[in-house]
C-alpha cells in the first residue's frame, strides 16, 4: 500500500521557518520529493531525495530549504527556512519507484502522491 500524508503547513511571517513532514509508507528505495503548486500555475518540484540520500534542489530554494528522510520513522522531511512570499502554496509530497537522477523535479515521474499542506508566507 502505497500512501503519503503530508503535515506542518500554516501561516508565517516572512523570514520565519516551518518544517514540512509526510509520513509515507512505501518501500525505502523509492524516491521521494516535495513540490509545490499555486491556483493558475504548474505543479513544480522544490526537493528531491534518493535512496542512497542524495539532494536535489530547484535554484529558487537552494540555501534555504533542506530535505531529509528517517527511514526508522517513516517520515520525509522539508526543513524551509528564511521563507518569502513567494514560497506561498500547497505542498505535496510525491514518491516513484525510479526516476532518473536528473528527473527528480520532474512531477511528471511520480505516480503517488499525498493530499497536500498549505504554506502560506506574509510579507
Known amino acids: 500500500q502505497v500512501q503519503l500524508v503530508e503535515s506542518g503547513g500554516g501561516s508565517v511571517q516572512a523570514g520565519g521557518s516551518l518544517r514540512l513532514s509526510c509520513t509515507a509508507s512505501?518501500?525505502?528505495?523509492?524516491?521521494m520529493g516535495w513540490f509545490r503548486q499555486t491556483p493558475g500555475k504548474e505543479r513544480e518540484g522544490v526537493a528531491a531525495i534518493d535512496s542512497d540520500g542524495s539532494t536535489r534542489y530547484a535554484d529558487s530554494v537552494k540555501g534555504r530549504f533542506t530535505i531529509s528522510r528517517d527511514a526508522a520513522k517513516n517520515t520525509l522531511y522539508l526543513q524551509m527556512n528564511s521563507l518569502k512570499p513567494e514560497d506561498t502554496a500547497m505542498y505535496y509530497c510525491?514518491?516513484?519507484?525510479?526516476?532518473?537522477?536528473?528527473?527528480?523535479?520532474?512531477?511528471?515521474?511520480?505516480?503517488?502522491w499525498g493530499q497536500g499542506t498549505q504554506v502560506t508566507v506574509s510579507s
Open positions: 512505501v518501500p525505502d528505495r523509492y524516491c
Open positions: 510525491a514518491a516513484a519507484p525510479w526516476v532518473f537522477p536528473t528527473s527528480t523535479l520532474d512531477p511528471n515521474r511520480y505516480n503517488s
